[in-house]
């Protein structure tokens, strides 16, 4: 029998709880070559902001244990160029598409989301508040629970589509923050952005990234992840869709019984670029062997 | 491109750090040109999680062949596969050489392991154009002439060949050389890079170079290998989809 893979984030309805992350799925042109992108619940592009964004220097990554620190900088075409240029293709695979949005001010994330929601092919917005590689841009408003409440506020004012808040991990108290996107009209949030983090050669002495400091992400990241999302999960009355070092089936689960309602794969893109549709048999045999015909069954049944 | 499972058939040491990796694949084989490359998973596990790239050694039927120095965790495991192994890859990435626009004489600059996609490249001009190799090394040992023929070598030390570097040992050449008639192909360091770079800008020499960056994904979505255009400061080409091969005067090295 095939279990009913179907998942709800808000108002938005997915064929299945696999996303791919936002930055690492590009455009969806390239991942296409590997995997048929229809079967994927949900497609997060690559962070669109008003304005192109050239990205940082090199050295961009350097791999640690289990994972890789990312200092891209944000490096997107722009919204102009965005819609000229990458919906035609996105629009052509037959998967839910989500946008997700960076900006420098308040006021730039409430100016891509107005433009953006005509975009039919947009079933809803991620709002990237939490990268931690650009000074101006997400950090700033990801570590302070008014401006997180407030961009929220706005964003929701000049749209009606699904909106998901993408949360740090970098703060004290993340429960707080999704409490604050829930109350000012967030659908969801997913939980989590990369973890600060840095690498030095010890010969130089110099870091082995340009920007200093990168994000963390891959297997590493996991266990934190995890107990992020357990977290927001014990507190808030929010979907969550839960990221961070999923590499497979068994990962996914483990998100989904701390509390997830959907997943995104992110760095395991780079490693595996099949990873998707893999994920999606390991789930359906995993609810065949337990005797589960909804997947929702799974969310948030952990036994503490 | 695409994910393969291939089969090793040999993996075998050409200098004490130097492997000669060789494959079956048929695919592969009769896709890949000189110049691209594939990303390699050098272990089961996520340990180390990325995979690593390698240009393309040489292709002979079926068989491909990657040439490898160990000098990480990454390369060690590789070093470690055994005739019958599977390996996991994807390939083939990148753009290759283009060794087929005009010219009359093919020169080959190599330092170190850059040398590795020499082989399969020399072999692809099959004869039509006659050509010459400087390989270079800081000594003997990290010269590699496997599947080379026609070179001139320069060392660092003076353990063997020229003593001084390659470029040096090119530019002694370039008198004797139709410049406006030749093409240059370069794999090594980036300071060896940097040189002939000069060199080539100095005397109007047609000059393309794959150069090394690390990188995540290999196939463009990271974002993570970018490589700064000389036309447009602060805009960047992706080694893994645009180049690895950049015409040496569109980059900053």
Not at chain 2, 40 to 68: A, Q, T
Not at chain 2, 222 to 235: H, L, T
Request: glycine residues 10%.
């Amino acid at each position: 029998m095939i279990p009913d893979l179907s998942v709800e984030i808000g108002s938005l309805k997915l064929k299945n709880p696999v996303m791919l992350a936002s930055g690492t799925v590009g455009y969806g042109n390239e991942i296409s070559e590997f995997m048929d992108l229809s079967k994927i619940g949900a497609i997060v592009t690559k962070s669109v902001s008003l304005k192109p964004r050239k990205g940082n220097p090199p050295q961009r990554i350097v791999e640690t244990p289990a994972g890789m620190l990312n200092a891209i900088g944000l490096a997107n075409v722009g919204l102009e160029e965005f819609i000229k240029t990458k919906i035609p293709f996105l629009k052509e695979v037959n998967s839910t598409l989500i946008c997700n949005i960076a900006a420098g001010s308040i006021e730039e994330y409430v100016e891509c989301t107005r433009i953006l929601d005509k975009e039919e092919i947009i079933k809803a917005f991620e709002i990237n508040v939490s990268c931690p590689n650009v000074k101006e841009g997400g950090l700033i408003f990801g570590n302070d629970v008014k401006a997180v409440g407030r961009i929220t506020e706005l964003v929701r004012g000049v749209t009606n589509k699904t909106i998901i808040i993408k949360l740090s991990p970098n703060v004290a108290n993340i429960a707080d923050f999704a409490e604050a996107a829930r109350k000012e009209g967030a659908d969801a949030v997913s939980a989590i952005n990369t973890l600060v983090g840095t690498s030095f050669d010890i010969y130089t002495r110099k870091p082995k990234i340009k920007n200093i400091t990168g994000g963390l992400s891959g297997p590493a990241i996991k266990p934190v992840a995890l107990a992020k999302v357990l977290e927001i999960s014990r507190r808030v009355d929010i979907p969550i869709i839960g990221i961070g070092g999923i590499m497979n089936w068994k990962d996914a689960i483990e998100f989904m019984i701390c509390g997830a309602s959907a997943f995104q794969l992110g760095t395991v893109n780079f490693v595996n670029p099949a990873a998707g549709v893999e994920i999606i048999e390991g789930l359906i045999n995993y609810c065949n062997k337990m005797s589960i015909t909804n997947i929702t069954d799974l969310i948030a049944t952990y036994k503490i | 491109m695409d994910i393969y499972k291939i089969i090793v058939v040999s993996n075998t040491a050409l200098q004490e750090n130097v492997f000669l990796l060789k494959c079956l694949s048929s695919e592969i084989a009769s896709k890949i040109l000189p110049g691209q490359f594939c990303n390699i998973k050098v272990s089961e596990s996520d340990f180390p999680l990325l995979r690593r790239p390698f240009s393309i050694c040489d292709v002979e039927g079926d068989y491909i062949s990657f040439m490898y120095e160990v000098h990480g965790e990454g390369t060690k495991l590789l070093s470690h596969k055994k005739e019958g192994d599977l390996i996991d890859l994807i390939g083939p990435l990148g753009k290759g050489f283009n060794y087929k626009s005009e010219y009359e004489t093919a020169i080959f600059i190599s330092g170190g392991i850059g040398v590795a996609p020499f082989p399969y490249l020399t072999r692809s001009l099959d004869g039509s154009i006659p050509y010459k190799i400087f390989l270079g090394g800081r000594t003997e040992n990290q010269i590699h002439t496997y599947g080379l023929h026609n070179y001139e070598i320069s060392t660092d030390d003076g353990s063997m060949g020229y003593k001084g570097n390659v470029v040096q040992l090119f530019e002694k050449h370039i008198p004797l050389l139709d410049k406006s008639k030749i093409k240059v192909f370069g794999c090594g360091p980036n300071p060896m890079l940097r040189a002939l770079k000069e060199l080539c800008l100095l005397h109007e020499i047609n000059c393309e170079v794959s150069v090394e960056c690390a990188m995540a994904c290999g196939f463009g979505i990271c974002q993570g290998c970018p490589i700064e255009k000389a036309e447009e400061s602060d805009k960047y080409y992706l080694v893994c989809k645009d180049g690895p091969v950049f015409n040496i005067k569109d980059v900053v090295i």
